[in-house]
Every structure is written in structure tokens, then in C-alpha cells.
């Protein structure tokens, strides 16, 4: 009887400790560098060649689509200039508070500084349409 009770406390520790292991292993891989499909995260973002001061990762933003219409920064700047100046009142403070972000982002973004995510764009379309705007 002892004989079991050992056996069976053994196989316990055992499968919890590789439980452990395993969970441990997947959240260092995530923040070396890419996340599980393929990505960067910010971490990997962090050690991009730099050229002329610049991240190469932040160059090729606008390149990139945002979302699956193939929205990028550029049209994605001039559309949240649009909706803010037509159903804002060209408040970036009543825009940020409507998109649940900070002014300062706002402005960063409307000015071609600052990286627009495909949140903020869905959001920001939701809110054009909620408010009887068109949108491209």
C-alpha cells in the first residue's frame, strides 16, 4: 500500500513539475522576440537596425496594412484628421475620450508621429458609422 501511495505522490510531482516547466519555457520564448505567430512584440521591436535615428521597424510602418481593408499610417492619420474634424468638432480631446485614449496619443497620430493600430482604426470606423459619417 505504501508502495502505491509513493508511486502515485511521485507521478503527481512529476507532471506538475513539467506543467510548470512547460508554461515557464512558452513565456520566455514570447519575450525574446516574436510572439506564437511570427511577429515582432516590442521586446523584438526594441533591437531593430537603427538607420538615420530611426527604428527600421518604425520606417517600414507605413508600408505595412493595418487591418484587412489595407488601410496604412498615412490613410489611417488622414482618417481619424476626418472624423475628428466632422463629428468632434476638431476636439482631440473629445476624440480621445470617445476611442478611450489619451490626447496625447491623439495628437501624436493626427500629426503622422505616432504608430495607429488596428484597434484605434476599428474603433475610430465604428464611431464614423455610429455617427452617420462615410468613411473610406
Known sequence: MKK???????????????????????????SIGANDSGRLNDRGASMATIEDGEPTVLQSA????????????????????EIRDTAFDASNERLALALGRSTQEIEQWTSGDGLIDGDVLMKARALAIHRGLEVE
Not at 502505491?4 to 514570447?30: C, D, I, P
Open 62 to 81: 507605413d508600408q505595412n496594412p493595418i487591418d484587412d481593408q489595407g488601410t496604412t499610417q498615412t490613410e489611417a492619420s488622414h482618417l481619424l484628421k
Open 4 to 30: 502505491k501511495v509513493l508511486l502515485f505522490t511521485t507521478v503527481g510531482v512529476g507532471a506538475g513539475l513539467l506543467y510548470v516547466l512547460e508554461s515557464n519555457r512558452r513565456k520566455q520564448a514570447a
